[in-house]
Nanobody
Framework: QVQLVESGGGLVQAGGSLRLSCAATGSIYTIGAMGWYRQAPGKRRELVAGITKGGSTNYADSVKGRFTISRDNAKSTLYLQMNSLKPEDTAVYYC???????????WGQGTQVTVSS
């Protein structure tokens, strides 16, 4: 079992920055790839950025050059640095981890990010 707790969301003006964190507890030694997803009202949950255990990253086209995903394996924490935020980035952001002896998707409870114009 892995538990994920996000923090760092909030209200910010367009052009501003936020840093999200996701702290993992439990069977952290089984965690492989991790990622950030978001879901805006009336829309499907979408991948924002992903990172492997070795540090390889991938990003949605809409956030490339503005967002940076990173992880600190020693602290079992995932980060998402979000710069140049736009109103269309407004969503609930969820942390995801692929973990377990038999791989399973774990999710955090989500943190709200609201970008005002």
């Amino acid at each position: 079992q892995v538990q994920l707790v996000e923090s760092g969301g909030g209200l910010v003006q367009a052009g501003g920055s936020l840093r999200l964190s996701c702290a993992a507890t439990g069977s952290i030694y089984t965690i492989g790839a991790m990622g950030w997803y978001r879901q805006a009202p009336g829309k499907r949950r979408e991948l924002v950025a992903g990172i492997t255990k070795g540090g390889s990253t991938n990003y949605a086209d809409s956030v490339k050059g503005r967002f940076t995903i990173s992880r600190d394996n020693a602290k079992s924490t995932l980060y998402l640095q979000m710069n140049s935020l736009k109103p269309e980035d407004t969503a609930v952001y969820y942390c995801n981890a692929d973990a377990g002896i038999i791989p399973y998707d774990y999710w955090g409870q989500g943190t709200q990010v609201t970008v005002s114009s």
